[in-house]
Every structure is written in C-alpha cells, then in structure tokens.
C-alpha cells in the first residue's frame, strides 16, 4: 500500500513509502539530498515498520530539530496509527 507524507522542517518535500504485511516494501523521497535518501530506502527496504521508525527517530541534521530520516520516522509513526500493523 503506498502512503504519502508531506514533510516539515527538511528539505525534502515528499516522502512516498510503499507497505507491505508490516513491511517496508520501497521508499522514495521528492527533493533532499538525493545519494543519502537513496542509500537510506536502499538500507529500509524489507525491514519492519516498527524496526525503522525505533532507528531513524530523533536523528538530527546539523541545528535542526529534525531530518529527513526522523521525517520518515514520523511517516511511519503516522502511518501505523491508520493501519493496523503485524
């Protein structure tokens, strides 16, 4: 199932996730710093929802409050509560 989330706080201006049985099936990222959102749905695709929101929550980018790896993080989260996950 593909799900949408509009980020804050980062460059990236889109994050575009496809689930799956609990899984993340692919991700993509409109706008950012595309060599690292690549390598990171590179290194999420097949892992659990719930192990990828626990390891990219709270990462910072440089004196921000948030990256795009935290936004993902925040996707998921808000993703999860809509779905019911196994």
């Known amino acids: 199932m593909e799900y949408r989330y509009k980020p ?6 889109e994050i575009i996730l496809d689930i ?3 899984m993340v099936k692919d991700l993509k990222a409109v706008g950012g710093c595309n060599g690292n959102l690549q390598g990171i749905a590179s290194l999420v695709k097949g ?3 719930e192990q990828v929101k626990e390891r990219l929550k709270g990462i910072k980018c ?7 790896p935290d936004q993902i993080s925040k996707a998921l989260e808000e993703y999860s509560k809509g779905h ?3």
């Not at 804050?8 to 201006?13: E, N, Q």
């Not at 440089?62 to 795009?68: D, E, L």
């Open 8 to 13: 804050t706080g980062v460059c990236s201006r």
């Open 20 to 22: 799956e049985n609990g």
């Open 47 to 49: 892992m659990p929802v």
């Open 62 to 68: 440089g004196i921000r409050n948030t990256s795009c």
């Open 84 to 86: 019911k996950l196994k």
